[in-house]
């Protein structure tokens, strides 16, 4: 059965009563979109309540999901438009400790890096990546994950973010700019 | 095509999302600059760091929590009915008003204090249908009963469930008076924090409907003797009681208030929160030893400021003997070790009563508790509410539920 399939079948039996139905999509989805969520707002707590909340308001709408997309498209819309707005309702607050960010950051088990040097290597790299991507606009950050991180067209992330393509082009082009500023040092090494 | 002006490009030619002609523009500028060499291979490199973020796992409890969370706020859908259940003899308990003419209404009023301590008042007709009690119905039909009811026995449990299939009340069957078709009970509410606005919007739709009847009614002057009762009896009294209105219209109803502050008025300051009183002498049940697995079990917590037996004796004379015929077998009572002949003496029989279950719900399970020793019934109490592990603003009422034809 293919995934779309699954999926419709699944829907179905969330339609009909079957929580558990609900759970195994949720299962399915929720660290393609944790990691999408995380990456946008910073934040591991924040990230995890936010997907939470995706699913809980997919659920609500789930009798309008016509199928025309395929669900995971459907719940990404969901979840980048709930980060970006977490993201802007953030901006008037100051952050207190920013140490603090990722202290529910739980990296999952990479079988390539196995040996315990390579993981403390990337863990590092992954660090430095992560403050530098903190530190760009939200506007950057966003269209960096959604291309760099999810791999989505120019035209889907222009759909999704409701803008011309050709901000979504000079808005990643800037966001690259910046963040390479940032990374810098890293490219030295 | 003429070399860019802008450097805008070489982003969307790492992405592949140049048109041809765009992109012979890029390819032309790349072989003439190695500044743009340069800059696209940074570009290319500071892509890579972000697509090679280690990716991120939610935890294997995430969905689980999902699922919590739409039962928490009442959004699961409903469950489908077992199709086995839904067979010829059963349609008829079932089938509705017009099919069978005989459709169970029960409409309840429970007033309780919401998260924020407002006061609501909900009133809502229950139809057989909302219970969980499919079997029983289908035993109704099999053994030819009059009423479902009559099947009930003290100490059942069921679940109220609402119209998305979730359970928002455990129905505990206390006691059957003289009625045939109708049955005793106490309403426990278990998740009333996000549902009450629901419930309230249904019951204008219900309070509608022509063959509901309200059958409770409420007497106050029970209510507030039962209401400082329980704040006494709770083990953090500074802590509000959720359940701030018992109605009662009945005989029936007004003897299980009395019971339940003759308890109380009974207890000695220095002993362990008491179990019922004997309330009628011509009980069959009234007179019962503890056993000796009830005498050993530790005791409550209870309120450390107590009402001194005196005023409560006051109060219990003002209130006068208990009216009204009430089914002795089943009635709420229980024993005294210390003064088996004193009707208001208490046994020290404890329990652990769950966090889930309100004082009163603790007070009415453990004294029917008591007396399902005494009769020697097997009732199914203790396990349902032990499952409950966190506290849960809830609603109680004491309902007489009336079988209608």
Redo the contacts between chains.
């Keep these: 059965m293919s995934d779309s399939a699954e999926d419709s079948r699944l829907i179905r039996e969330c339609l009909d009563g079957h929580a558990e139905a609900y759970g195994v999509l949720v299962s399915k989805y929720q660290d393609r979109l944790y990691n999408t969520v995380f990456r946008v707002v910073g934040n591991a707590e924040d990230a995890r309540d936010l997907v939470q909340d995706v699913f809980v308001q997919a659920y609500r709408s789930l009798e309008k999901f016509q199928g025309q997309s395929a669900l995971y498209t459907w719940l990404y819309r969901i979840a980048i438009n709930a980060a970006i707005s977490h993201k802007r309702r953030q901006r008037i607050m100051v952050p207190i400790d920013s140490g603090r960010r990722d202290a529910n950051y739980e990296p999952a088990d990479d079988p390539i890096q196995s040996d315990p040097s390579g993981r403390l290597e990337q863990d590092d790299r992954d660090r430095q990546v992560r403050e530098a991507l903190d530190g760009l606009s939200a506007e950057y950050r966003t269209v960096l994950v959604m291309k760099d991180i999810d791999g989505h067209k120019y035209e889907t992330i222009a759909e999704m973010l409701n803008c011309p393509i050709g901000t979504v082009r000079s808005r990643l082009h800037r966001a690259r700019m910046e963040l390479r500023e940032r990374l810098r040092h890293l490219m030295e090494e | 095509m003429n070399l860019p002006h802008n450097?805008?490009l070489?982003?969307?030619y790492l992405?592949r999302?140049l048109s041809p002609d765009e992109r012979a523009a890029v390819d032309r500028w790349l072989e003439q600059s190695p500044e743009a060499r340069d800059q696209l291979r940074?570009?290319e490199?500071?892509?890579r760091?972000?697509?090679?973020?280690?990716?991120?796992?939610?935890?294997a409890d995430?969905?689980?929590?999902?699922?919590d969370?739409?039962?928490t706020?009442s959004?699961?859908?409903?469950?489908?009915i077992q199709p086995k259940r839904t067979n010829r003899r059963l349609m008829f308990w079932v089938g509705g008003p017009i099919a069978a003419a005989a459709t169970l209404l029960l409409a309840v009023g429970i007033t309780l204090l919401g998260p924020r301590n407002e006061q609501r008042t909900i009133v809502r007709n229950f139809t057989l249908d909302d219970f969980s009690a499919l079997p029983l119905l289908e035993s109704a039909a099999e053994e030819k009963v009059q009423s479902p009811l009559e099947l009930l026995k003290k100490g059942d449990v069921f679940g109220i469930l609402d119209p998305d299939?979730i359970k928002q009340f455990d129905l505990i069957v206390l006691a059957k008076p003289t009625e045939p078709d109708s049955i005793m009970c106490i309403l426990v509410g278990q998740e009333m924090t996000g549902e009450v606005t629901e419930l309230e919007a249904r019951v204008a739709e219900s309070s509608r409907h022509p063959n509901s009847s309200l059958a409770i009614e409420a007497d106050h002057k029970q209510v507030d003797q039962l209401r400082l009762v329980l704040q006494e009896a709770n083990t953090q009294p500074e802590t509000a009681y959720p359940v701030v209105d018992i109605r009662a219209s009945g005989e029936m109803e007004r003897q299980m208030l009395a019971d339940l502050t003759l308890r109380k008025r009974a207890h000695e300051p220095n002993r362990p929160l008491q179990e019922a009183t004997v309330a009628n002498s011509q009980s069959p049940v009234a007179r019962t030893e503890p056993s000796e697995s009830t005498a050993k079990q530790p005791t409550p917590e209870v309120a450390t400021q107590r009402r001194s037996a005196s005023t409560e004796s006051e109060r219990a004379a003002k209130q006068g003997p208990p009216a009204g015929p009430i089914d002795n077998a089943e009635k709420l009572a229980a024993s005294s070790a210390d003064s088996p002949t004193d009707p208001k003496a208490t046994s020290s029989r404890a329990a652990s009563p769950s966090q889930e279950v309100g004082q009163l719900g603790r007070f009415v399970i453990q004294n029917i508790d008591l007396l399902a020793e005494a009769d020697k019934k097997d009732l199914r109490i203790g396990k349902d509410f032990d499952k409950a592990k966190q506290p849960r603003p809830r609603a109680e009422a004491l309902l007489l539920l009336r079988w209608q034809k």
């Design positions: 450097d805008e070489l982003s969307a992405d999302e940074e570009l490199v500071t892509s760091f972000v697509r090679k973020l280690s990716k991120l796992e939610i935890g995430f969905a689980d929590g999902v699922i969370q739409l039962r706020e959004l699961l859908r409903p469950a489908p299939g």
